[in-house]
């Protein structure tokens, strides 16, 4: 069997694999499976969600500006790199922020481990009566969306934003049960994340899902308060590159982490995709694999 259809044969494989509800390339002809961490010959395949985002061609070619061939892994499939990094059919990752990832990890009793952030997609809070969240009035109704993950992220921004408080601090869990409505400014409601821009006529303001800023009319300057990348209950959004355990100080992969990040025709491409969204961030890897291991105790824990 040739290695281009060994490769397409076990990701068609890949595919059928099933993963837990919490989860909304062939290997590189160098040491990244072995177990050792010497640079690696031949290309790096790293599988990625849009390919042709135009700043991919970019990281491309400056990585090649290094030295390094990377091969890019198109999925359009979320549930499929993962498994593939794990089955060795892929070097590295990217496209998934550590809540994605503890899920996986739960749920397929792996260990995949963030090597480097990327950036973080803000969940944002809108209004069409308010200017600022210090105009809303005590005792006004904000909307969150009612889909678990959503939810959760959504009262964490209000708490972040100081218009609740949530008991123990919140977690990716939280639901409305845990506001401690005593010492909130707001009462909140939950309604279907498609409908919570429409609502805004009737509330004070809402968690608008960024899928449905821009079909509701809106942009994501209009947002009044939205995650903050320095707050540690958003460090679990960030999004990151993943590889296997045994190969998170490989200097091959970590030298591409830090073309990502320092490559400004790759940093700007990034915020345009995101329509001006993204927060560019260089978050300290122990920070990344601190919060993975939270997040995982927690998901085991709810289990």
């Not at 969240?133 to 969150?144: F, K, Q, R, Y």
């Not at 909130?184 to 939950?190: D, G, I, Y």
């Amino acid at each position: 069997m040739s290695r281009r259809t060994a490769r397409k044969s076990i990701l068609t494989a890949l595919a059928a694999l099933p993963l837990a509800a919490l989860l909304a390339a062939c290997a590189s002809t160098g040491d990244a499976g072995s177990g050792d961490n010497a640079e690696t010959e031949g290309p790096v395949t790293i599988g990625v969600v849009g390919a042709s985002d135009p700043y991919w061609a970019d990281y491309v070619e400056a990585a090649a500006a290094e030295g390094i061939e990377v091969e890019l892994v198109d999925f359009t499939d979320y549930s499929q790199p993962n498994p593939a990094l794990t089955e060795g059919e892929l070097d590295l990752n990217q496209f998934q922020h550590i809540v994605y990832l503890a899920g996986y990890n739960v749920a397929s009793g792996e260990d995949l481990q963030p090597i480097g952030s990327t950036a973080i997609y803000p969940l944002g809070l809108y209004s069409t009566k308010y200017d600022s969240v210090e105009d809303i009035p005590a005792g006004e109704t904000v909307a969150v969306p009612n889909d678990e993950s959503n939810r959760a992220r959504g009262l964490l921004v209000l708490q972040s934003a100081g218009l609740i408080e949530l008991k123990s601090g919140g977690s990716i869990f939280s639901n409305l049960d845990d506001v401690d409505t005593e010492k909130s400014k707001v009462t909140v409601t939950e309604l279907a994340a498609d409908i919570t821009a429409n609502s805004l006529p009737d509330v004070a303001a809402a968690i608008i899902n960024n899928d449905f800023v821009e079909r509701a009319g809106l942009s994501a300057s209009d947002a009044i308060a939205q995650d903050d990348p320095s707050d540690p209950n958003a460090l679990p959004y960030v999004n990151i590159f993943a590889a296997k355990a045994d190969q998170v100080d490989n200097p091959t992969y970590l030298k591409l982490v830090e073309i990502f990040q320092n490559t400004q025709s790759v940093q700007d491409g990034v915020l345009e995709v995101s329509g001006g969204t993204a927060v560019l961030l260089q978050t300290p890897v122990a920070d990344l694999v601190e919060s993975l291991k939270k997040v995982e105790a927690d998901t085991k824990a709810q289990k």
